[in-house]
């Protein structure tokens, strides 16, 4: 029989590529969505498709019987509140832990999927490592650190591992999208005036690093592991990507940081009374001017022979044929 895995946010963004590539490498996928949830990426794919509530501690143990390992990539990157950040981020991850301690005592793995904001921004071009003190800066990573601490919390009866992506880019993001358009119409937009740095990674090789992670023995001890292209980037270097793989020649437009705070306030004001939280409010504008966003997968490439597949270039041009093939540029 196929190993059954369980995983979460298979409906969106980066778990559909996760899902993917575990159907790819034999394994048996069961998908936990809401219950009304839409399956969105998964609908076409070979899935076991099981709905709960997080709240439905009965209905979470019925799922994962009989899994051999759970994947916990869904959560919410931006949320109307801090409550709300901590139920989608925090709170579900203890929730499938203590299911787990219930339905799979003799589970093999709990991977988390949690993120490069956990961590903070970098003080200098020296890409962090696991090793370094958190400092999250943003709701956001506030909420993946305590999921992370969750984890740490349920060492002693499975194996964990975490996972932390920087920005991740690919097919099916709408996120990084935007920045797509700008400059399909021209604008290639820098806040403020100095360059930043920051880490990318392609979803597929998250996807990756997700599979090596699951394939290997583990043994009882905590991991944590980055995941990177191995590149520093500035964003004049990524614009210039999607620029060539768009045959465009936008005009590179510094944004004033005042511009872009009253900018953000307009739109989040928008949204809001819309029924919907802003891409770019306020913690996501503190986010973008931080000067340095790096961090190492050197761990990964040492202990799991991690390679990424994708540099910048063949992973924009990539995703912007991806783009263009369904219609949105």
Not at 29 to 56: F, M
Request: charged residues 20%.
């Amino acid at each position: 029989m196929k190993p059954i895995v369980l995983l979460t946010g298979a409906n969106g963004f980066v778990g559909s590529h996760v899902a993917e590539a575990l159907l790819a490498g034999g394994y048996a996928v069961r998908c936990l969505l809401r219950p009304h949830s839409k399956p969105a990426w998964i609908e076409t794919l070979p899935v076991d498709i099981q709905r709960a509530d997080y709240e439905d501690a009965n209905g979470l143990a019925r799922i994962l019987d009989g899994c051999q390992a759970i994947l916990h990539f869904g959560g919410a990157t931006k949320a109307p509140d801090r409550d709300a950040h901590f139920r989608a981020n925090a709170g579900t991850t203890q929730a499938l832990l203590e299911a787990a301690a219930r339905a799979c005592p003799d589970l093999q793995l709990f991977l988390l999927c949690s993120s490069q904001a956990a961590l903070g921004p970098s003080p200098s071009l020296d890409p962090l490592s696991e090793d370094a003190p958190p400092s999250p800066i943003t709701t956001y990573g506030h909420s993946k650190l305590a999921a992370e601490r969750i984890c740490r919390e349920y060492e002693s009866r499975f194996p964990i591992a975490i996972l932390r992506p920087p920005a991740v880019y690919g097919p099916r993001d709408k996120d990084i999208f935007i920045f797509f358009k700008l400059v399909k119409y021209g604008i290639a937009p820098t806040i403020g005036s100095r360059d930043r740095y920051f880490s990318l990674v392609h979803a597929a090789d998250v996807a990756q690093i997700t599979r090596l992670i699951l394939g290997r023995s583990h043994p009882p001890e905590f991991r944590l592991y980055h995941v990177t292209d191995g590149a520093i980037h500035r964003w004049t270097e990524v614009s210039g990507a999607i620029a060539h793989a768009m045959n465009r020649r936008p005009l590179n437009v510094r944004v004033p940081m005042g511009l872009a705070l009253a900018v953000s306030k307009v739109v989040s004001k928008w949204s809001s009374a819309a029924g919907r939280v802003s891409t770019l409010n306020r913690e996501k504008l503190d986010d973008l001017l931080q000067q340095y966003w790096l961090i190492s997968s050197q761990r990964a490439v040492d202990e799991l022979g991690y390679a990424p597949k994708w540099d910048i270039q063949a992973g924009v041009e990539m995703t912007a044929q991806w783009y263009k093939e369904k219609g949105w540029l």
